[in-house]
């Protein structure tokens, strides 16, 4: 009777996790807390109803959903989750109410304890992992406070040996559940990230493309109009003179806007060369810190020696001198940027973080695309170049941010073989 209603209970607990998937393409959807916090709620308690009652204990997956609210969408999620359970609980009877309050709030503390390191790592198995260590968590929690409630109520009897085996084959079950829903909801994101890059990549191609084509036809008439400034110029003095030159001045500047064009259809690395990005670092530091004083940022810096990589260095130092100042845009007075560079998985690892205003979730979503910008003033197009630059030198660029906290932007490099031996030495 109790693996039958096992069973359903693990029915209960897919069923949320399968409108996760299913639901995953709409944004209020996969970024609503409260609202996956509901569901997996109603999950619990639906597992709490189908029950199996024995020895005046409640046997279910009730925490399953509680585990996987807490570590896949927050704490918010998880106190929804814990609260409903609670009061479904409440609702359907008053046996044993006091060691299943005392279950839950437990259940729920240690995911909320480890939540952090779980946001931080990246590969499927390890998150996983943490996902069945906190069912082991859980089956401890139950089996001590049995062994509390059993030496507060005398020895333990021939029965009570017997219910701490159930306990065992059950907390096998509920590891086994655990391990095979942490699964699918790994699937799922990792098929979200997917298509969000393949929904980017060919976003790009279509506006390189775009760029691309607009550039050359806009190029070629430019070159005239400069050709015939010059000599103009050369006849004239005084005031016309200097007429001229602005002239020349703005169409050097449409030039560079449409080598920016260029640069994101096709980035063109050009001759690579080994070179110490803290020192390129603290060049562009050195570089934006008048603008940054001027704005009323402080810039701070934490710079690992010894990392060196392979790359064009005209292209990092432009991709890399936009996004720190966009950085310091985002600060605004009084505000401050944190300039980070170490070793991260034999990578190099540059993180800028600011404590501006932060953007929205949609916001990072479209961040990278043309003609998009949080300035007053702006096409996108600094930023996008920079992703496209980043990515032809095999490396990775993403943002993290939160409305009213900051942002941070994290790049990762491929290193040189110098910076290897450096590490191990």
Same mark, same amino acid.
């Given at each position: 009777?109790?693996?039958?209603?096992?069973?359903?209970?693990?029915?209960?607990?897919?069923?949320?996790?399968?409108?996760?998937?299913?639901?995953?393409?709409?944004?209020?959807?996969?970024?609503?807390?409260?609202?996956?916090?509901?569901?997996?709620?109603?999950?619990?308690?639906?597992?709490?109803?189908?029950?199996?009652?024995?020895?005046?204990?409640?046997?279910?997956?009730?925490?399953?959903?509680?585990?996987?609210?807490?570590?896949?969408?927050?704490?918010?999620?998880?106190?929804?989750?814990?609260?409903?359970?609670?009061?479904?609980?409440?609702?359907?009877?008053? $046996?044993?109410?006091?060691?299943?309050?005392?279950?839950?709030?437990?259940?729920?503390?240690?995911?909320?304890?480890?939540?952090?390191?779980?946001?931080?790592?990246?590969?499927?198995?390890?998150?996983?992992?943490?996902?069945?260590?906190?069912?082991?968590?859980?089956?401890?929690?139950?089996?001590?406070?049995?062994?509390?409630?059993?030496?507060?109520?005398?020895?333990?009897?021939?029965? *009570?040996?017997?219910?701490?085996?159930?306990?065992?084959?059950?907390?096998?079950?509920?590891?086994?559940?655990?391990?095979?829903?942490?699964?699918?909801?790994?699937?799922?994101? $990792?098929?979200?990230?997917?298509?969000?890059?393949?929904?980017?990549a060919e976003r790009i191609n279509t506006l390189g493309e775009l760029a691309a084509s607009m550039a050359h036809e806009v190029r070629n008439p430019l070159t005239v109009v400069k050709g015939f400034l010059q000599m103009v110029q050369s006849e004239l003095e005084g005031k016309n003179?200097?007429?001229?030159?602005?002239?020349?001045?703005?169409?050097?500047?449409?030039?560079?806007?449409?080598?920016?064009?260029?640069?994101?259809?096709?980035?063109?690395?050009?001759?690579?060369?080994?070179?110490?990005?803290?020192?390129?670092?603290?060049?562009?530091?050195?570089?934006?810190?008048?603008?940054?004083?001027?704005?009323?940022?402080?810039?701070?810096? *934490?710079?690992?020696?010894?990392?060196?990589?392979?790359?064009?260095?005209?292209?990092?130092?432009?991709?890399?001198?936009?996004?720190?100042?966009?950085?310091?845009?985002?600060? $605004?007075?009084?505000?401050?940027?944190?300039?980070?560079?170490?070793?991260?998985?034999?990578?190099?690892?540059?993180?800028?973080?600011?404590?501006?205003?932060?953007?929205?979730?949609?916001?990072?979503?479209?961040?990278?695309?043309?003609?998009?910008?949080?300035?007053?003033?702006?096409?996108?197009?600094?930023?996008?170049?920079?992703?496209?630059?980043?990515?032809?030198?095999?490396?990775?660029?993403?943002?993290?941010?939160?409305?009213?906290?900051?942002?941070?932007?994290?790049?990762?490099?491929?290193?040189?073989? *110098?910076?290897?031996?450096?590490?191990?030495?």
């Amino acid at each position: 009777m109790l693996v039958d209603k096992l069973l359903v209970n693990i029915f209960l607990v897919f069923v949320p996790l399968l409108v996760y998937s299913a639901l995953s393409d709409h944004r209020h959807m996969k970024h609503a807390p409260l609202l996956m916090g509901g569901v997996l709620g109603v999950s619990s308690v639906l597992c709490i109803v189908f029950s199996y009652i024995w020895y005046g204990l409640y046997w279910d997956l009730r925490y399953v959903p509680l585990i996987l609210s807490v570590l896949y969408f927050g704490p918010r999620a998880g106190l929804l989750n814990i609260t409903v359970m609670v009061l479904a609980r409440m609702y359907i009877g008053p $046996e044993s109410i006091d060691v299943g309050l005392l279950s839950m709030i437990f259940c729920y503390l240690g995911p909320l304890l480890v939540r952090k390191k779980f946001v931080q790592l990246k590969g499927m198995f390890f998150r996983v992992g943490i996902n069945m260590l906190m069912s082991i968590w859980a089956s401890m929690v139950m089996l001590s406070i049995l062994f509390i409630h059993s030496w507060v109520n005398g020895s333990l009897d021939k029965d *009570e040996i017997e219910l701490i085996k159930i306990i065992i084959g059950f907390g096998v079950i509920q590891f086994l559940s655990v391990g095979a829903s942490s699964f699918w909801m790994a699937f799922s994101l $990792e098929r979200e990230e997917m298509r969000r890059k393949i929904r980017q990549a060919e976003r790009i191609n279509t506006l390189g493309e775009l760029a691309a084509s607009m550039a050359h036809e806009v190029r070629n008439p430019l070159t005239v109009v400069k050709g015939f400034l010059q000599m103009v110029q050369s006849e004239l003095e005084g005031k016309n003179r200097r007429y001229i030159a602005l002239a020349l001045a703005e169409t050097d500047r449409a030039e560079r806007i449409i080598s920016d064009y260029l640069s994101l259809s096709r980035p063109q690395i050009g001759q690579t060369e080994l070179m110490d990005l803290s020192g390129m670092v603290q060049q562009i530091v050195l570089l934006l810190n008048p603008m940054a004083t001027k704005q009323g940022v402080r810039l701070y810096t *934490e710079l690992k020696n010894e990392i060196y990589v392979y790359t064009d260095r005209n292209q990092l130092l432009q991709a890399l001198v936009h996004v720190t100042k966009n950085a310091i845009e985002a600060a $605004e007075d009084g505000g401050r940027v944190y300039i980070t560079l170490i070793i991260h998985e034999e990578k190099a690892c540059l993180s800028i973080r600011d404590n501006g205003k932060g953007m929205s979730r949609e916001h990072l979503d479209r961040l990278g695309t043309l003609f998009f910008s949080t300035k007053e003033v702006g096409t996108g197009l600094g930023t996008a170049v920079s992703f496209r630059i980043i990515e032809a030198m095999n490396g990775s660029i993403r943002y993290e941010s939160e409305p009213g906290v900051g942002t941070e932007v994290i790049i990762l490099l491929p290193l040189a073989q *110098e910076s290897l031996l450096a590490a191990e030495g």
